[in-house]
């Protein structure tokens, strides 16, 4: 079951045959690929993400087994995209404290409100805006006290060079 992509398509208040309508796809096929049945095509899957502004990946994370994968599971690096309005359109090996599934379509200051959301999220904004890469630490409270990662954020630019969001690396310091 991808709940993430069911959570995703009620915040944004679709319903599954409006979502079907607007990719082009039958509903009964949506509603497979909703309840974990199907997985969809690349062009699918490009259809939906385009849709609900996500990164295509994400509906074949879970089949991923690269050695990018395999490097970084369960270390204390996060890897995330975040569009112009800095909602995530991608995440990996988040901290425990935050379900991937949740994350997606949300800004940082709507998952949690702190000196390190605030911090982060101007980080990006500048970033986007200075269309260079930037790295700062930044402390968070989180659920293991209070921890520091040292983060690099870099524009994400589409085929023609303009600034369509920003990829960010968090690693956590001892």
């Not at 082009?24 to 509603?31: E, P, V």
């Not at 995330?80 to 425990?96: C, E, M, Q, S, V």
């Not at 930037?134 to 060079?161: C, K, W």
Request: avoid cysteine.
């Amino acid at each position: 079951m991808r709940r993430w992509l069911i959570k995703l398509r009620k915040e944004k208040s679709y319903t599954q045959q409006e979502v079907a309508s607007n990719v082009h796809i039958d509903r009964a096929y949506y509603a497979q690929i909703e309840n974990g049945t199907r997985n969809p095509s690349i062009y699918v899957a490009k259809q939906i993400a385009a849709f609900f502004n996500i990164n295509p990946s994400t509906f074949f994370m879970e089949h991923i087994s690269d050695p990018f994968q395999v490097a970084i599971a369960n270390s204390p690096i996060i890897v995330a995209h975040n569009g112009l309005d800095l909602r995530y359109t991608w995440i990996f090996n988040p901290h425990k404290d935050f379900d991937p599934g949740f994350i997606m379509g949300k800004r940082d200051d709507e998952l949690a409100n702190n000196d390190g959301t605030v911090a982060l999220m101007k980080l990006k904004e500048q970033t986007i805006k200075e269309n260079k890469p930037m790295r700062r630490q930044i402390q968070f409270p989180l659920s293991d006290g209070l921890v520091t990662y040292d983060i690099f954020a870099q524009p994400i630019l589409d085929n023609h060079g303009n600034v369509i969001g920003v990829a960010s690396t968090l690693s956590l310091l001892p």
